[in-house]
T-cell receptor, first 115, second 113 residues
């Protein structure tokens, strides 16, 4: 079974631009979660989508948004990029239906650098 | 609110020595606990998870963790470190239902030959 894939793997943008990251979950998984990883703040939850609906949301500004398509693929968008948005963005997929022990499988991440 | 504290941002052990990575949790309800490992330039890989079925949980690559409610701890151990174990390790907690994982700050493990 193929794992979670994220594209692109690396991205360089300048301040003020916007960016879209993509995540394809494991086949059959309906939940996709996004996390931001930085050296200073560690791993922080952005949002989760389940069956095309945002089910959970972290404490990030409205510049961070996402969506999920009918095939469970998900995208996240960051508008008006700031230097502090430089991070590794990780996507995780799971079935989303089996409760708190439902395992989240992570992709390799997209490394975003904002200049 | 749930939280996880990992004691020691960096742990260094000799090859063949015991690995002990510490994790303490704070949760108002019985938690569900996870350990993940991250190798350089990769995503997170699940090592093991506590589901309340047994307090001693065995994971991949000979790692195990013991849930101790009285100490609110879920420390990760491995009897004998290998060079390939050098990585960043994250402890995470999940409260209930389909809530997000809350991660600790991570512990970087170095293995010395």
């Amino acid at each position: 079974k193929a794992g979670v894939t994220q594209t692109p793997r690396y991205l360089i943008k300048t301040r003020g631009q916007q960016v879209t990251l993509s995540c394809s979950p494991i086949s059959g998984h309906r939940s996709v979660s996004w996390y931001q990883q930085t050296p200073g703040q560690g791993l922080q939850f952005l949002f989760e989508y389940f069956s095309e609906t945002q089910r959970n949301k972290g404490n990030f500004p409205g510049r961070f948004s996402g969506r999920q398509f009918s095939n469970s693929r998900s995208e996240m968008n960051v508008s008006t990029l700031e230097l502090g948005d430089s991070a590794l963005y990780l996507c995780a997929s799971s079935t989303g239906t089996s409760g708190p022990t439902d395992t989240q499988y992570f992709g390799p991440g997209t490394r975003l650098t904002v200049l | 609110a749930q939280s996880v504290t990992q004691l020691g941002s960096h742990v260094s052990v000799s090859e063949g020595a015991l690995v002990l990575l510490r994790c303490n949790y704070s949760s108002s309800v019985p938690p569900y606990l996870f350990w993940y490992v991250q190798y350089p330039n990769q995503g997170l890989q699940l090592l093991l998870k506590y589901t309340s079925a047994a307090t001693l949980v065995k994971g991949i690559n000979d790692f195990e963790a013991e849930f101790k409610k009285s100490e609110t701890s879920f420390h990760l151990t491995k009897p004998s470190a290998h060079m390939s174990d050098a990585a960043e390790y994250f402890c995470a907690v999940r409260k209930s239902g389909n809530t997000p994982l809350v991660f600790g700050k991570g512990t970087r493990l170095s293995v010395i030959a």
